[in-house]
Nanobody, 116 residues
Framework: QVQLVESGGGLVQPGESLRLSCTASRNIYDFGSMGWSRQAPGKQRELIGSISTGRRTNYADSVTGRFTISRDNAKNTVYLQMNSLKPEDTAVYYC??????????WGQGTQVTVSS
């Protein structure tokens, strides 16, 4: 069983930054990739980016240039640095980890609200 715990969410104003953390209950090098998704009220969950064990990243067009995913293997933690936040970034943000076998695990989510 894998547990993922997200933290760092909160209320910020447009244009501000926020960093989310996702800490796993096991060595994250065991996962083929880890990623972040978000779900706004009334909308489907959106994959916003991922990072491989080789630190290769990819991002959704909606966040490219503003969001950055990184990892610290020693801390079993993946980060989502969010800059230039917009009201449309308001959502519950979820971390996920996927084994090379395809098995996938999700965290419980953390709320991010961007509002003036």
């Amino acid at each position: 069983q894998v547990q993922l715990v997200e933290s760092g969410g909160g209320l910020v104003q447009p244009g501000e930054s926020l960093r989310l953390s996702c800490t796993a209950s096991r060595n994250i090098y065991d996962f083929g990739s880890m990623g972040w998704s978000r779900q706004a009220p009334g909308k489907q969950r959106e994959l916003i980016g991922s990072i491989s064990t080789g630190r290769r990243t990819n991002y959704a067009d909606s966040v490219t240039g503003r969001f950055t995913i990184s990892r610290d293997n020693a801390k079993n933690t993946v980060y989502l640095q969010m800059n230039s936040l917009k009201p449309e970034d308001t959502a519950v943000y979820y971390c996920n980890a996927e084994f090379r076998s395809g098995a996938s695990y999700w965290g419980q989510g953390t709320q991010v609200t961007v509002s003036s």
